[in-house]
């Protein structure tokens, strides 16, 4: 299966600076365009300065978290389609459920299994590409 990876854009919104400097190596290194933000309301300042096709949210975050911003965001016209991979340490099956109730379309736990959440991506920007907007 080809890479949809060169000419897109992705959002990390993560508080960890390690978390965020090691996802945003690694995705550029696949040929990602990265934007970064450390919490929720910067999250959604940098969704209205750059187009993003896909957003990797850290769902515990400081200011605004990401249970409210996933919601917020998928509230907005023109973000409703953009596509909100939660990531978070928590496990629990009721958190994947909340995640999805908010409006994320996948699911990831930390420690973050880099391959699989490549599949994921992949998966959703293809899905986004093939479906009329």
């Not at 459920?97 to 599949?119: M, W």
Request: net charge negative.
């Amino acid at each position: 299966m080809p890479e949809p990876s060169n000419g897109y854009s992705v959002l990390i919104v993560e508080d960890n600076e390690m978390n965020r400097d090691l996802l945003s190596r690694r995705l550029s290194r696949k040929g990602f365009d990265v934007t970064l933000a450390v919490d929720g309301i910067d999250a959604m300042e940098k969704m209205r300065e750059h187009e993003c096709d896909l957003v990797l949210m850290d769902m515990n975050l400081p200011i605004q978290d990401g249970w409210t911003t996933c919601q917020l965001m998928k509230d907005e016209p023109q973000w409703s389609n953009t596509p909100i991979i939660a990531l978070t340490a928590h496990a629990l099956t009721n958190d994947r459920e909340r995640a999805l109730i908010v409006g994320c379309d996948e699911y990831e736990t930390k420690p973050i299994d880099f391959a699989r959440l490549l599949e994921k991506i992949h998966a959703l920007l293809a899905a986004k590409t093939a479906s009329p907007a």
